[in-house]
């Protein structure tokens, strides 16, 4: 999607995958740095790691104690400096608003999944001054330390760990159920229908249709998958490092055409959808 966007936009430059072994990723970092580079994307564990060694964090990073996007970028004495973005909480807002046209706030929210990207969601939804936050896990005491971390930092969000009794507006999937044909949805049913929900949304985008989407759809949800939030990041990393509007449209394209149709190619042997291979992607 980056060499589509930089395509579009003219722009002499490269985006290419590389595998870094962790323990050589302060020399990656140090070495692109020379070289040269933009910046990086980077995802986990990488992005774990990267944020100990950026010579400066931005808020979205220390927001989500992780970088998934590195600058490089000169200061007023002419050397470069590495600054630590992180782009993923903004992608679930964007694709939410752009592929469900839901605007967030005042809103009741079921948030399955309380993993790394079941959390990143769940600050990020309350950010967005949802109205209540249900959140299930299997293991409940990741819902219970999430909620008490909502309930410190965000206390006009009422949250409750726990299947919502009411209609909600929206049904979110953060659990890696559904990457495998073989998953259970990640709701019990007997707790709650597809019916009690307006929208829903499945952070996983291969399969492009997850038996929990298919559901959702049955219930007569409107519904998308993770891909927008893929492309939202993106696009925000690009911004970041080119200062120029992403060209969304055409990044949305080349995404779809390259997972979509290998994914079609090569039957199930996608790896995890929801997050990637580790390693680092650079581009000059
Ligand atoms: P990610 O970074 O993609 O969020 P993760 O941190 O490993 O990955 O989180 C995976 C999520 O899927 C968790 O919410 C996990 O539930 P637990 O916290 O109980 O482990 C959920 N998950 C994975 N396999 C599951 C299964 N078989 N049944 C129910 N939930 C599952």
Redesign the pocket.
Known sequence: MHNAAFAALGLDCRYLAFEVELKHLQAAIQGAKAMHFLGLNLT?PHKLVAFEMCDQLDPSAITWNAVNTIKFEKDAEGRVRSIGYNTDADGIVASLHEDLKLKLAGTKVLL???????RTAALKLASENVAQLFLV???QG?AEEIANEIRRRFPSVSVFVGYPADKIDLILN????GLKPE??L?LDEAHFSFKQARYAYD?IYRPAETPFLQAAKKAKCKTANGLGMLLHQGARAFEIWTGQKAPVKEMRKALEKEIYKNSLKTGAKSP?A??HHPKAKTHK
Do not use: E, Q
């Open positions: 986990v399955l999944g309380a993993g790394g990207a079941g896990n299997r293991t990741k953060a659990t890696s159920l998953d259970p990640p952070m995890s929801k997050s």
